[in-house]
């Protein structure tokens, strides 16, 4: 199955961190596969989302670069972008947070309120490139690297 079959299979998806460093640095392996989740999304042929934690972990490193195009990049792409919804992170997910930590040993906190967030919002995808999360059991769980 192709990407384009399975993002025509749902409505909403939850985007990662990795996939969105992808798209916005244009990245020779996985930037095409991003551009068309993007132009999907963009098209409202389904509703994106990801989380206040995104942002934290895509502006670190083009901070600490002193790369403050690459930053603002990021960061408007993520606050302003079209039919993509930041989520806040609350009491409520961070428990949930805590319990899937707790099913999955080895889970990193900024992955398990990740998925959480996906969750919670009842999303039908999250999409990924970190091969650990592919033992999610409680969410659909799209590995950008299988559609290469």
Do not use: C, W
């Not at 299979?9 to 930037?31: C, L, M, R």
């Not at 806040?88 to 040993?105: C, D």
């Not at 033992?135 to 799209?142: M, P, S, T």
């Amino acid at each position: 199955m192709t990407l384009s079959d399975k993002l025509n299979q749902i409505k909403t998806i939850f985007i990662d961190t990795a996939p969105i460093i992808y798209f916005i640095e244009a990245h020779p392996k996985f930037g095409p596969l991003t551009m068309e989740i993007v132009e999907t999304f963009q098209t409202r042929k389904i509703n994106a989302f990801s989380s206040v934690l995104t942002l934290t972990e895509v502006l670190s490193k083009p901070i600490e670069t002193g790369d403050d195009k690459l930053a603002k990049r990021f960061s408007d792409f993520l606050k302003h972008g079209k039919n993509l919804k930041l989520i806040e992170v609350s009491m409520h997910i961070a428990e949930m947070a805590g319990k899937l930590r707790g099913q999955y040993p080895g889970l990193r906190t900024v992955d398990a309120i990740q998925l959480s967030v996906a969750i919670d919002i009842g999303v039908d995808a999250f999409l990924t490139n970190d091969a650990k999360l592919k033992q999610i059991q409680e969410i659909n769980i799209l590995f950008l690297k299988d559609y290469l």
